[in-house]
Each structure stands twice: as C-alpha cells, then as structure tokens.
C-alpha cells in the first residue's frame, strides 16, 4: 500500500490529519502482509510507537473473495470433497475469523488482556497500547527494538551479550557467596551450638527424672518396710495386751477362791 493511501487511511480514522497526533512517520513499512502494514512513528508527546495501518478497501475486497469461494463451491460435481465437509460451515467460520482480525479494536481487546493475565509473569513484556488513538482500521502500541530472525549477524551479537550478562550475574551471585561465607558459617556454628545445648538440656532433664525415679522408688520401699514392720510390732502389742488381760483374769479368779 503507498505511503500516501496509507497515511489517508489515518486521516478518515482519526476525522483530522494524521500531524495533530503524530510528530512523523516513516515512509517505508518495517512489516506487511496482507490485511495490514506497520510503519514507526513518534507520537506528539515523543513516545516511539509504531503504527498498525489496515489497507483500503481491504474488508470489500475479502468479502468478495468469500462470495466466489462461495459460488465456486456450488459448482463442485457431487462426488468430490464436497461430500466429506461442510464447506458453508468452513467459510462461515473463516469469514468471522477474518472480520475479527480486521476490527483492529478487537485486537486491542486481546492485548490488553494478555498483558492483565501476564502482568505477575517473569520476562514477559507486552507493549504498552495507546488505546486513545486506536481505532478499527488503525492500531497503535509501542515501539519494542529488536532484531529480525534472518539478522543472522545481529542474533548471534546479541546471544553473546546475554551470555557476557549472565556470565557476570552468575559471577556477582559467587561474589555475594563468597563474601558472606565467614557470615553464613558463624550462622551454622551457632544453630550447631543450640542444638548442642538442647541435647545436653535434654539428657539433663532425664538424669534428673532416672533419678528422681530411683529416690521415689527407694522411699516406696522404705515406707513398705515401716508398713510390715509397724504391721508387726501391732500384732505383737495386741497379744501382749491380750496375754495381760488373760493373766489379771486368772489373778481375779484365784482372790475370789481365796474369800470362799
């Protein structure tokens, strides 16, 4: 699409000239294809954004290819694949898709989505959308700098510089190590001493109960033996007491004689 259609484009969305919101816009496209090209720019407010542009006419021009698809299909002879598929059902499917690709607001729609479901993700990044000047026919997002998959040269530089990163992340992490090793080793001595000082706590604790233990069971003995032993002494006292009682019966008898 020349540049000239494509800025026209811009104009009928926006319903002013493309210069009230854009500083410039690069003539030639950094990326086409068939519903839409992209070309950088830079926004009145110096943000560098690149500009989706659809190309004229290109919704008719669709549409009219689905009708002859269409009309083709009706003149398929009756043993063909027509029998094996639905080709209306194929085509109604393909024509919502392709209106949905050309409606650059459902698009924006998408993004905006991916970037609220991926937002709490590591290393991914979604290109901030400027929602305000988007439209149907025309989509703008920020510019991203990169470098294309046949850049051969470029991708290669660029693997070197993230392996020279991570070379030196890994390198800061063994530095950080290093430097807190006496740190992390005074750490471990003391959690080693704490258990110690727990185990001899503990084996203090059950000395103290074995013995403990052994006093209470050495006064249980004792206590038994007072038992018998006072069990005893009673049983002695009582035939003491019951053999007196005997013998001042008997005396009692003989003085009674005695008077008769």
């Known amino acids: 699409m020349p540049f000239e259609e494509a800025v026209s484009v811009i104009d009928e969305s926006y319903g002013r000239s493309w210069k009230k919101v854009l500083s410039s816009i690069e003539e030639t496209p950094i990326g086409s294809a068939s519903i839409a090209q992209v070309h950088r720019a830079v926004l009145k407010s110096g943000e560098e954004v690149v500009v989706k ?3 004229k006419g290109i919704y008719e021009m669709m ?5 002859f698809i269409r009309k083709a299909i009706k003149l398929m002879p009756p043993i063909s694949l027509k029998g094996m598929a639905d080709f209306d059902l194929v085509l109604d499917e393909l024509w919502s898709v392709t209106r949905d690709e050309m409606n650059f607001l459902t698009e924006a729609a ?3 989505e991916f970037a609220r479901r991926n937002k709490d993700v590591n290393f991914v990044q979604t290109p901030v959308l400027y929602q305000q000047y988007t439209t149907v026919h025309v989509l703008v997002m920020e510019y991203i700098d990169g470098c294309g998959i046949d850049e051969k040269d470029k991708l290669l ?3 070197e510089i993230l392996d020279r990163g991570f070379e030196s992340l890994f390198a800061k992490i063994g530095t950080t190590i290093k430097d807190n090793k006496y740190q992390y080793q005074q750490q471990i001595t003391e959690m080693q001493n704490l258990i110690r000082s727990i185990t001899d706590t503990g084996l203090q604790i ?3 109960e074995h013995r ?3 006093a209470f069971q050495n006064y249980l003995t004792g206590a038994r033996r007072e038992i018998r032993e006072y069990s005893t002494n009673h ?3 009582n035939a003491y007491y019951q053999n007196m009682a005997n013998q001042h019966q008997s005396w009692q008898s003989y003085f009674v004689d005695q008077k008769k």
Do not use: L
């Open 53 to 55: 542009i659809q190309r």
């Open 63 to 67: 549409a009219r290819d689905i009708e």
């Open 110 to 112: 998408n993004i905006e």
């Open 157 to 159: 530089e660029t693997m």
């Open 206 to 208: 059950e000395g103290q």
């Open 212 to 214: 403990n233990k052994t």
């Open 235 to 237: 049983q002695m006292a």
